[in-house]
């Protein structure tokens, strides 16, 4: 059964711990992304991926890092320099370059305290 | 940079009546523009796409119309249901100059389907 897997759901920690989102998929897409949702707002790029080691900064990718060791994983941290981390965090993937659509993980949701 | 304007960003309707969300986008250069419908706590998921080739597609009750020339596009949603009610989202492709592709997001319409 294809798709994508974000673990865990829901994620707590303490205000400055960083904390490692994980992503995983066996669609065997090169293309991997990662996006933030706030309440109220759309989906904005923190980071992506085309090929394997290799990743580009997305809109908002301050605070945030990732590695891309494997074509399969993809994880994200959230690093104590982010300022609001709390949100609903969206793994997706694509093909490939000009490949849509994009496929989405179930995400996880973050709160920092 | 990319920029997609999506309203209204709320909109309530009777059963039955029909819904339209509309979006903005300002790179010309951009040729694919997909609708997701996220349920609470859940993935967004694509109900439709339209690529810059054809002004409007039909699935069932949900169709897509695409003005390039004046850089917006509509979801039309006929005989609305309950099951109906949740977060829309359009979007709009860009292409960076070193050919990586991503999907910039529109914020959101919550629409709401009254029985």
């Known amino acids: 059964d294809g798709g994508i897997t974000q673990s865990p759901k829901y994620l707590f920690r303490k205000e400055g711990q960083n904390v490692t989102l994980s992503c995983e998929q066996n669609?065997?897409?090169?293309?991997m992304y990662w996006y933030r949702q706030d309440p109220g707002q759309g989906l904005r790029l923190i980071y992506y991926s085309q090929i394997v080691n290799d990743f580009q900064k997305g809109d908002i990718a301050e605070g945030y890092s990732v590695s891309r060791e494997k074509k399969e994983s993809f994880p994200l941290t959230v690093t104590s320099a982010q300022k609001n981390p709390t949100a609903f965090y969206l793994c997706?993937?694509?093909?490939?370059?000009?490949?849509?659509?994009?496929?989405f993980g179930n995400g996880t949701r973050l709160t920092v305290t | 940079g990319e920029n997609v304007e999506q309203h209204p960003s709320t909109l309530s309707v009777q059963e039955g009546d029909s819904a339209v969300i509309k979006c903005t986008y300002s790179?010309?250069?951009?040729?694919?523009f997909p609708w997701y419908k996220q349920e609470l706590g859940k993935r967004p998921q694509l109900i439709i796409d339209?690529?810059?080739?054809?002004g409007e597609k039909k699935d069932q009750r949900i169709a897509v119309t695409l003005n390039k020339t004046a850089k917006h596009f509509s979801l039309h949603i006929t005989e609305t249901q309950p099951e109906d009610s949740a977060v829309y989202f359009c979007?709009?492709?860009?292409?960076?100059?070193?050919?990586?592709?991503?999907?910039?997001f529109g914020s959101g319409t919550r629409l709401l389907v009254r029985p």
């Open positions: 997706a993937s694509t093909p490939g370059q000009g490949f849509p659509p994009l496929h």
């Open positions: 790179d010309s250069a951009s040729n694919y």
């Open positions: 339209i690529r810059s080739n054809v």
């Open positions: 979007a709009s492709e860009r292409v960076e100059m070193d050919s990586s592709y991503k999907l910039i």
């Open positions: 669609l065997n897409h090169d293309a």
